[in-house]
């Protein structure tokens, strides 16, 4: 399958990841035989140019069955990232089929997880027993931790009060982490989030306590209010010892309290995008704002082609160097035709550094859209 040089890059890899000449090199690699499918550019900077992303499709592959080559490239790209990775790819219209690396393994959601709120939310609002328009009182005391934007506003004022709807559009658009607890808070909790999972039949996803008790139990602390403020999470935390704060991350990693696996993850987009969750306008509302995502510019997003449109929600984890956790980012592409793929990305841990996860990342989204017959 591969030349003896892949495979002294695959090891150099495996031990430094220098550059991001891994992807490229495997790029070529994979493009050799004709009967793998097209060769795939991949990107040599975080944010490559749509136009430099174009590919020639090959034929549309039979219904219902992904095609071989995509499968393939997956594989082999997948083979020499370093570190545990999830992948899933869900064709969504006109003919269904899945596939993907480790995708019934759980992998740490992190702000992934904001979906699952989000969605329960708005579920609660299909049932009346929410509205948009509530306003959500909070204050210091409801202060999370690590991104969270609208502290300064809560700092400032004291307590603030916010509609629904706006917290919606901070805690998936912008992932603000105190955004999304107060929402949490307003639906009754992470087991009100649980039982929406349930009923909903999504399978593989769980729910974690919230980002207060997760971030801090992944660190090894007991979480205490005045971590929310400035620096001081940081700072409790680099106080924890070294072999505290590994046995902590470890424990994370092999049993995520907030994991789900990649292919739970796509079919529940599938179903979103379908309509199968949410009443019409809820779900439009909740694919809209998803479209207006800031974060992760430069994961799947960068490498979807110009014509298509995308729509995402990313999940970041902490990082014990030179490990990074819970770089995730879980999306919808659409071609210009309508067809739908939802892809999920799930590294679990990697020490990958973050340009080479990108160009991962890029490759996966570009893959789909050069097996899709425009």
């Known amino acids: 399958m591969f030349s003896m040089t892949t495979k002294r890059v695959y090891k150099a890899g495996q031990t430094g990841l220098a550059s991001l000449a891994l992807l490229s090199v495997l790029s070529g690699c994979v493009s050799a035989p004709a009967r793998r499918g097209p060769a795939l550019p991949t990107a040599q900077a975080p944010a490559p140019s749509r136009a430099a992303a174009a590919v020639v499709a090959p034929a549309r592959p039979a219904v219902g069955r992904p095609p071989l080559g995509l499968e393939n490239l997956i594989q082999d790209q997948w083979r020499l990232f370093p570190g545990r990775t999830g992948v899933a790819i869900m064709r969504v219209d006109g003919g269904e089929w899945v596939l993907g690396r480790r995708m019934d393994e759980l992998f740490p959601q ?138 902590a991350l470890d424990r994370y990693l092999n049993d995520p309290i907030d994991g789900a696996s990649p292919q739970a993850i796509v079919r529940a987009l599938a179903r979103l995008a379908k309509g199968e969750l949410l009443s019409a306008s809820s779900t439009r509302l909740m694919l809209d704002i998803m479209s207006r995502t800031s974060s992760g510019p430069n994961r799947l997003k960068a490498g979807v082609p110009a014509g298509w449109s995308f729509l995402h929600k990313t999940g970041t984890g902490q990082v014990l160097s030179p490990v990074s956790t819970g770089y995730n980012d879980i999306g919808i592409m659409t071609a210009p035709d309508g067809t739908r793929y939802a892809v999920a990305v799930m590294m679990g841990s990697t020490t990958a550094s973050i340009p080479q996860r990108m160009t991962f990342m890029q490759f996966v989204s570009r893959a789909v859209a050069s097996y899709h017959q425009h």
């Open 110 to 247: 992190q702000s992934v997880s904001k979906t699952w709120v989000a969605l329960t939310v708005l579920d609660m609002v299909d049932q009346g027993k929410l509205r948009l328009d509530q306003k959500v009182r909070i204050t210091r005391d409801d202060l999370a931790v690590f991104h969270q934007p609208i502290r300064d506003q809560v700092i400032a004022n004291g307590s603030i009060e916010v509609s629904v709807l706006n917290l919606l559009e901070q805690a998936i658009r912008a992932s603000d982490n105190t955004a999304n607890d107060s929402l949490l808070r307003t639906v009754g909790g992470p087991q009100a989030v649980t039982s929406f999972i349930v009923r909903k039949n999504l399978g593989a996803i769980r729910f974690g306590p919230g980002e207060r008790a997760l971030q801090s139990g992944i660190a090894g602390l007991d979480w205490k209010q005045e971590y929310s403020i400035g620096q001081r999470f940081y700072a409790a935390r680099d106080a924890v010892p070294l072999a505290s704060r590994k046995a």
